[in-house]
């Protein structure tokens, strides 16, 4: 027993030794603010991190907020990702089995029978001799001619984890699990992003569908009118040839319009999962609302913050952490291995009484080997899991400048949008109030009818413009709040 102890004592010493780098997070310097926030309009520097889980409720839009929640749930991409979430768990239980004993049982029954005689059994037949049926000529071995066996036992195997292989391996599929989930959380913000855009350009393309349908109303009316005083000879041929060309332009610039809006709606049903032609509530065109109002404010926080938040570099961290416990994993494989192993079992002839004690018997082996020669296969399989452990820490780095990037560059774009589309304001004002004046000269006869069209066509190209930029505009800010790594909860 004190051998056992003794035994059992520098096994869990050695068990406690683990090989191979101890894990520390990458440290990555950070700016202390965004540079283009001075400037950007709507921006606000908070040192406090801003909630941006649920962005799309700034907007107040109730058809919007039910596409979040119907996509959210039912996306494939999304559930896909949370398979591959259950898969990862399903490897760390893997990983956990090699820490622990594999048992197995089996039980055998062998049934044998012979018709085959011994040599002696003819001159016993003739000699009436009593000899057995199975006995060898001189006495050799007796093979019975029917014989029953049955066997049942247990076999058990454990590998110690002596110097921390599988511990190692068990911390990697747990990280790589981490990441999944990170991963995930990615997608969602994707998906919360691709659905505002998707619904945002749907709405800015109705919207210049009912501006397209409004001025074509207003080209038929004014064609009834030119074609009447031409009837009565205050215009020319020309001006009615002139008005069936412009009528004819503004009817043609709705179909296409209409095309890329059915674009859009099938577009967003594959987000939500369902077949691209089933309707959707709140987005027929009977049912078309203007663009959502922009919101008042919106806080950006600080760099740093932006590592916690930002869920692709949070999983980009968790494969650098998975990364560096393969390294031990591989280590391990330089150093002995411990194999216990052990068997128990019962034979005997007869089922009934298998199970007696006369009928067990038992082995318990320990078997330690140590590697030799493998022609460099250990060595070169740890440089290979230290390039793997290079590369995340590059995948992370890459990660971290492509998160500041996206936020400077959205922020960027969200300046340059609201400066163009202040100008494309005063454009319509300007635009709207030479289409009055060039109307009132036409009616005085002061200018021909070239110079109507000529007004007319700048304020429906300038109040497109405006739409395209009120557009444009909300979709930087859906790219800031993706930057910012909104779009998901816990």
């Known amino acids: 027993m004190k051998r056992l102890a003794a035994l059992l004592l520098a096994t869990a010493g050695l068990a406690a030794c683990t090989v191979g780098p101890n894990y520390q997070k990458p440290q990555t310097p950070t700016p202390s603010a965004f540079s283009e926030t001075v400037t950007a309009p709507r921006v606000q520097t908070t040192t406090a991190e801003p909630d941006v889980s649920a962005w799309w409720t700034v907007f107040g839009d109730p058809v919007l907020k039910d596409l979040m929640r119907r996509g959210l749930a039912d996306n494939p991409d999304l559930q896909a990702a949370a398979s591959r979430i259950r898969e990862a768990r399903d490897q760390v239980h893997v990983a956990a089995a090699a820490e622990w004993p594999s048992i197995n049982a089996s039980a055998n029954a062998i049934a044998f029978n012979s018709n085959r005689k011994s040599p002696g059994s003819s001159a016993a037949s003739g000699g009436g001799s009593s000899g057995g049926s199975g006995a060898a000529a001189g006495g050799g071995f007796a093979l019975p001619s029917h014989l029953n066996l049955y066997s049942a036992g247990f076999d058990a195997t454990w590998e110690v984890d002596l110097f921390g292989g599988a511990r190692r391996a068990i911390e990697s599929a747990k990280a790589s699990e981490e990441a999944q989930v990170w991963s995930r959380r990615d997608a969602q913000v994707s998906l919360t992003a691709e659905i505002a855009n998707d619904y945002l350009t749907l709405r800015a393309l109705q919207a210049r569908i009912a501006i397209d349908q409004n001025e074509l109303a207003h080209?038929?009316?004014?064609?009834?009118?030119?074609?009447?005083?031409?009837?009565?000879?205050?215009?020319?041929?020309?001006?009615?040839?002139?008005?069936?060309?412009?009528?004819?332009?503004?009817?043609?610039?709705?179909?296409?319009?209409?095309?890329?809006?059915?674009?859009?709606?099938?577009?967003?049903?594959?987000?939500?999962?369902?077949?691209?032609?089933?309707?959707?509530?709140?987005?027929?065109?009977?049912?078309?609302?203007?663009?959502?109002?922009?919101?008042?404010?919106?806080?950006?926080?600080?760099?740093?913050?932006?590592?916690?938040?930002?869920?692709?570099?949070?999983?980009?961290?968790?494969?650098?952490?998975?990364?560096?416990?393969?390294?031990?994993?591989?280590?391990?494989?330089?150093?002995?291995?411990?194999?216990?192993?052990?068997?128990?079992?019962?034979?005997?002839?007869?089922?009934?009484?298998?199970?007696?004690?006369?009928?067990?018997?038992?082995?318990?082996?320990?078997?330690?080997?140590?590697?030799?020669?493998?022609?460099?296969?250990?060595?070169?399989?740890?440089?290979?899991?230290?390039?793997?452990?290079?590369?995340?820490?590059?995948?992370?780095?890459?990660?971290?400048?492509?998160?500041?990037?996206?936020?400077?560059?959205?922020?960027?774009?969200?300046?340059?949008?609201?400066?163009?589309?202040?100008?494309?304001?005063?454009?319509?004002?300007?635009?709207?109030?030479?289409?009055?004046?060039?109307?009132?000269?036409?009616?005085?006869?002061?200018?021909?009818?070239?110079?109507?069209?000529?007004?007319?066509?700048?304020?429906?190209?300038?109040?497109?413009?405006?739409?395209?930029?009120?557009?444009?505009?909300?979709?930087?800010?859906?790219?800031?709040?993706?930057?910012?790594?909104?779009?998901?909860?816990?």
């Open 219 to 490: 080209q038929r009316d004014l064609f009834a009118l030119i074609r009447a005083r031409r009837q009565s000879g205050f215009t020319t041929e020309l001006d009615v040839n002139q008005q069936t060309a412009q009528v004819a332009a503004a009817t043609a610039e709705i179909p296409q319009l209409e095309a890329q809006a059915k674009a859009q709606l099938h577009a967003l049903s594959v987000l939500l999962g369902t077949p691209p032609e089933t309707p959707i509530e709140g987005l027929q065109p009977a049912q078309s609302t203007t663009l959502p109002p922009p919101p008042p404010t919106l806080p950006v926080g600080l760099p740093s913050e932006l590592l916690e938040r930002r869920p692709d570099i949070r999983a980009a961290e968790r494969r650098v952490a998975a990364a560096n416990a393969q390294i031990g994993v591989q280590t391990a494989n330089l150093f002995p291995k411990l194999n216990l192993i052990g068997l128990a079992s019962f034979a005997g002839q007869s089922l009934g009484g298998l199970f007696d004690s006369q009928n067990l018997s038992s082995v318990g082996v320990g078997m330690l080997t140590q590697p030799i020669f493998n022609a460099g296969k250990t060595r070169a399989s740890i440089a290979a899991a230290r390039e793997e452990k290079t590369q995340a820490d590059l995948a992370y780095r890459t990660a971290v400048l492509g998160a500041f990037k996206d936020v400077e560059d959205a922020l960027g774009r969200l300046q340059g949008e609201e400066q163009r589309r202040q100008a494309l304001v005063q454009s319509v004002t300007a635009a709207q109030n030479s289409l009055g004046i060039a109307r009132s000269q036409y009616q005085a006869g002061l200018v021909n009818f070239i110079s109507v069209l000529q007004a007319e066509n700048a304020v429906l190209t300038s109040q497109d413009q405006l739409t395209q930029s009120d557009a444009q505009s909300l979709t930087d800010l859906v790219a800031l709040y993706k930057a910012l790594g909104g779009g998901w909860s816990g």
